[in-house]
């Protein structure tokens, strides 16, 4: 493995990360939205 398959696995595995976050920050904003809509039904 030379040194720029290194330097293109890890700017694939950061980019995996990163749309982890965004996708796991998006779910939290949706159950947050769910959560107010339940509420103001009470």
């Known amino acids: 493995m030379n040194h720029e398959d290194k330097n293109t696995n890890l700017e ?3 980019e ?3 749309n ?3 996708a796991h920050i998006e779910a939290n904003k ?3 939205i769910i959560n107010i809509e339940d509420e103001n039904e009470e």
Do not use: K, Y
Request: hydrophobic residues 65%; without cysteine.
């Open 20 to 22: 982890l976050l965004f």
């Open 12 to 14: 694939a595995i950061a």
């Open 30 to 32: 949706q159950q947050e």
């Open 16 to 18: 995996q990360w990163v």
